[in-house]
């Protein structure tokens, strides 16, 4: 439990930096229970895949999705809902969708859960050039209106690029969304950076919300999890039981 990373983000524009903790094991603990379920139970791997294109992993299962206000609403209405807040470029949202994705995808198939995904921007100075978090989330935006969501966001974290190191460009991601199968509106909406106002925005709401503060370290950091609207911290099993481990 005491595994976790800090990270400082300075944000363009001011000269506060922000701290903000990723809370590793504590966060994947409460997912994945003593249960590791990999998206390797889907489908995955593209033999066929082009010189320098992203890998295809298909999602384990379907659900529908839309975007409202900057947010990716997938699955139909239920009686529990998932917000979680995830940056293309953290490391651990990879773990915490290796291992918890695929249960979690299942139960909003089944109709019991329904998942907001918030995408942020922390980590836009982290890539070179700097942008992938901002480039990532706008184009998982745009996978969500074009009917691509569940095996793009798979795909993504899956060959998900080293922090620190080159990101996917923006050709890149067309690519891949359209081998997934996404129609013509993916590429302008990725290429024009349609959402990207919003995942910045999705960012600046969270780092001010002091109920998105995780316990270890007393800031935002990603992932972060809110069942039913309050958010997991170490020790609560809300979402186990909501999404059990197989």
Known sequence: MGNRTQVTATRRGSRTPMIVGIVVVAVLALVVGGVVLSQRSASSGDPMTPAGSIPITRAGSQFPTEVDGGVVIAGRSSSHTLDVYEDALCPACRQFEARGGARIAKV???????VRYHLVNLLDQRSQPRGYSTLGGNALLCGAENNVFPDLHVSLYTAQPDEGGAGYTADQLVDLGQRLG????????????????????????AAKDPDLRHQESGGFGTPALVVDGTMLQPGDDRLDRIAPPV
């Open 182 to 205: 996404a129609g013509p509106a993916y590429a302008d909406c990725v290429r024009g950076g349609k959402h990207n106002g919003e995942v910045a925005q999705n960012l600046a709401r």
């Open 108 to 114: 909003v198939a089944e109709g019991k859960l329904r």
